[in-house]
């Protein structure tokens, strides 16, 4: 499971609805072009949280039919509704994904307690390993070493989706669970949490961005850190520019300039304007 994970955006049509050959296109584009080790599905770059259950299901058949076995699958399948992810865990077990991720609970600023009481639960109900998804910047959910600790304690809870820029946490973590998978989620500090040897990685960028993730992984590994680093600032350049204007639409307008229809984002995200659109273009050229 270690490696290399785009969190896969997805396509959507006008209305909203998800765009079946769209969403074929960008796992193909994931697999030939950005050569990814797997695909991280439904998570925030695929706009998971605003999209219905049966639109996630339709998301996880589609990017699994695609794939088939070609690359390493996880689904994330967290959401408010318990019952909602414990169903979405078992549809996507079923499907075969290798494993689940659940973002940690958010909005009612539950205790610790509550939220280890969350994962044991759809673990009890799933017959497959879970990767913590822990984003604070977005959940408002911060847990210290001590509480990653006692999730770890659970023998489903192989890992976490490390997106924080904490990398005091993230090397005790890495000191204490050196049997645990630690995948970096943020793009742009790729090569800080390879050099403190990370198992992976799962971003957005690698969408499209994936073969420079993949030199700045293997480069930092080997210990080549002055080259890495060159690379990871191109890399942030790129990032900068495409945060600038409009991360996820951005990003689906580099898509489609390769040919992929990559389709909108659904509402509240608002559209890229003329001016955004021709930016995006101009974001792909320059550097990919
Ligand atoms: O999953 C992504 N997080 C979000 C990871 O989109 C919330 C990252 O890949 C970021 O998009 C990326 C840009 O900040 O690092």
């Not at 994962?119 to 990767?131: A, G, R, W």
């Not at 409009?246 to 390769?258: A, D, F, N, R």
């Amino acid at each position: 499971m270690k490696g290399l994970y785009s969190a896969l955006m997805c396509s959507f049509d006008e209305e909203g609805n998800v765009h079946e050959q769209g969403l074929r296109e960008i796992v193909r584009h994931n697999i030939d072009a950005s050569k990814v080790d797997g695909l991280y599905v439904n998570g925030s770059t695929g706009e998971n949280f605003l999209i219905s259950k049966e639109q996630k299901k339709q998301v996880f058949e589609i990017v699994k039919d695609e794939a088939g076995q070609e690359v390493k699958l996880i689904a994330q399948i967290g959401a408010l509704n318990i019952d909602e992810a414990i169903e979405l865990a078992q549809f996507a077990t079923t499907l075969g994904y290798h494993a689940i991720s659940a973002v940690t609970p958010f909005y009612y600023k539950f205790d610790f307690e509550e939220i280890k009481d969350y994962y044991s639960t759809i673990l009890e109900q799933v017959d497959n390993n879970l990767i913590i998804y822990s984003i604070p910047a977005l959940t408002g959910v911060n847990m210290d070493l001590e509480q990653f600790g006692e999730l770890f304690e659970h023998e489903k809870v192989i890992g976490v989706k490390f997106t924080a820029p904490d990398f005091f946490l993230l090397e005790r973590i890495r000191h204490a669970f050196p049997n645990k998978l630690i995948y970096s989620g943020f793009d742009e500090m790729l090569l800080s949490a390879s050099v403190l040897n990370v198992d992976g990685a799962i971003g957005s960028t690698f969408n499209v961005n994936g073969t420079r993730a993949r030199q700045i992984f293997e480069l930092a590994q080997s210990g080549q850190i002055e080259e890495a680093r060159e690379i990871q600032r191109v890399t942030n350049d790129f990032i900068a520019e495409v945060s600038d204007n409009g991360l996820y639409q951005t990003i689906k307008e580099v898509l489609k300039s390769k040919g992929v229809n990559a389709g909108s984002c659904r509402k509240p995200m608002k559209s890229l304007t003329d001016d955004g659109i021709a930016k995006a273009r101009q974001i792909a050229e320059k550097y990919l």
